[in-house]
C-alpha cells in the first residue's frame, strides 16, 4: 500500500520559515519524481516546487523562487520544502505527490502565515 505522509506544517508569522516533509512508503522512492503542490478553498490545485528522481534536477513556481527550496533523501524515502521569508499568500494545505507512470498523493499539511 502507497502511502505519502505530509508534516511539519502550521502557524507562523509573515517572513518566518517552516520545513515541511513528506515520508513515502510502499513504493521504490528512488524511482519516483516528487512534487509539492498548494491549495486554497474555491482555487485549483497549483505547482510550488518539483525534483526529479535522483534530486538532480529542480523547478519552482515564480511565486516561490528565491524562498523556498526543494530536497530529497533518496534512504529515508523523504522530500522536503524548506519556505523561508513566508508570506500571507503562501498560506494553503500543501501536499506532496510522487509521480512516474502513475500519480500518488499526500492527505496535505495546512500552513498558516499570519500576524
Known amino acids: 500500500q502507497v502511502q505519502l505522509v505530509e508534516s511539519g506544517g502550521g502557524l507562523v508569522q509573515p517572513g518566518g520559515s517552516l520545513r515541511l516533509s513528506c515520508a513515502a512508503s510502499?513504493?521504490?522512492?528512488?524511482?519516483?519524481?516528487m512534487s509539492w503542490y498548494r491549495q486554497v478553498p474555491g482555487k485549483e490545485r497549483e505547482l510550488v516546487a518539483f525534483i526529479t528522481s535522483t534530486g538532480s534536477m529542480t523547478n519552482y513556481a515564480d511565486s516561490v523562487k528565491g524562498r523556498f527550496t526543494i530536497s530529497r533523501d533518496n534512504a529515508k524515502s523523504t522530500v522536503y520544502l524548506q519556505m523561508n521569508r513566508l508570506k500571507p499568500e503562501d498560506t494553503a494545505v500543501y501536499y506532496c505527490k510522487a509521480k512516474r507512470v502513475g500519480d500518488y498523493w499526500g492527505q496535505g499539511t495546512q500552513v498558516t502565515v499570519s500576524s
Open positions: 510502499g513504493i521504490t522512492f528512488s524511482s519516483y519524481a
